[in-house]
């Protein structure tokens, strides 16, 4: 077990020692809150995406992708609201200049012991929490990072990175719907960068100015989107629990009461993480009603309503929005399966503390590891031959020599390896070679021959 204090200064260590994330720009001093997946991140990061898009895209018959644009017509996020609310409350301090969210520095005051909850609660009743200093008044602070089109840059020219990846599956719903698509229910899947210019970034990759998302709009006849609502509730419990391998009680499913929610929401859950910083938002679900589809149709002017087919009615559908961060989704599979636990020291010794990271196998960067027991050619060609059979099967895996077979473990289980093979001189007799399971530490001896399937099996 680790303690919450000490797991977010770990799991930085261990990314950057291991290959998985790298502070940005280091050789130039840094450049804060931005992060460089390194080669093992953007394996995890990658399986993570195929994994969602396997299961709530190619897995279903009723969703379907798109990849808009990061720049699109600045039209879009007027029509959105983005440009006139997509705003975070900002105050300064007037003493020590620092910046915070009003809205978390309110929320803190409250999460006090002893606050009496039902007090009304003023930003002027707090002080800057690094210096005592006096607080300015809120102001809003718009999060769309502007850029210019072409040479000029004046207004006539600019244009935003997308804050999110919805607003390009609305403004590409007219060509779906006439393309592809004419029944309800369907979705549309978007995975990509957005981009928001977070006074508060932190705490690792959790908020950062530039991360990725995995959104899907889904389109329904008003009446049935309450139903469409729990079932995607039901579909992100599965992904945590049988994709992520979250354990429940980490996981918090917060309805959002009527006076907190969007004016256009008619339901909305937070999904959130048991962080070591606290209980904080992983994802969001929303029942966004005809909100966006309604926007757009009166800011293009164009006929966004579908034609049902059964009663010649025109409508604008509702839209159910499960929302997923993916970067975000890196950082709690790290978390959750970070470990320490007790195993054999490298030379074979006492037992040490043994770092390792229990990912599910699916989402391990490296699958299996062929470890020959010495360097002699006879054992090195044998472990190189089925790493590269692995390989070309499209299977992840590698092959190390170097170093004391203990220190290669330890390599591999800090990097998550579910399974590393072992190439020894009994395999020249026995045609078998031994397989170390990553968490329970066993070993078995099973055939050269038998070990692609073996993997295989064990990914499905
Ligand atoms: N389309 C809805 C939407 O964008 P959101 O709650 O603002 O809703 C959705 O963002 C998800 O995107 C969040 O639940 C989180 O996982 C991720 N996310 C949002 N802002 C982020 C940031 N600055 N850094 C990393 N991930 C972020």
Sequence with gaps: MISPEKKMDLLVSLCKRRGFIYPDSEIYGGFANAFDYG????????????????????????VIGLDAPIIQNP???EASGHLQNFSDPLVDCKRCKRRFRADHLLEAKQAEPGYDKEKPLEIADIKCPECGGELTDIRNFNLLFKTFIGVTEDVSNVAYLRGETAGGMFVAWKNIRDSVRNKLPFGVAQVGKAFRNEITPGNFIFRTREFEQMEIEYFVKPAEAPQAFELWLEGMKKWLSDVLHIKDENLNFHEIPDEERAFYSAR?????????????ELYGLANRTDYDLGRHQEYSKEDLRWLDPETGEKILPYVIEPSWGLSR?????LLEHLDIDEADTAEGGDKEPRMVLRLPPRLAPVKAAFLPLQKKDELTTIAQELAQSLRSEGINVEYDE????????RRQDEVGTPWCFTVDFESLEDKKVT????????QERIAIAEVAGWIKDRLK
């Design 435 to 442: 397989v170390r399971d990553r968490d329970a530490m066993t």
């Design 329 to 333: 989704t890196v950082l709690v599979t």
């Design 268 to 280: 909305t859950i937070d999904v959130e993480y048991r962080y070591p910083f606290g209980l904080k």
């Design 39 to 62: 080669p093992y991140g953007v394996e995890l990061k990658n399986n993570i995406r195929d994994a969602w898009w396997d299961m709530f895209v190619r897995g279903r018959g009723d």
């Design 402 to 409: 170097s170093g004391s077979i203990g220190k290669r473990y």
């Design 75 to 77: 039209k879009m996020w």
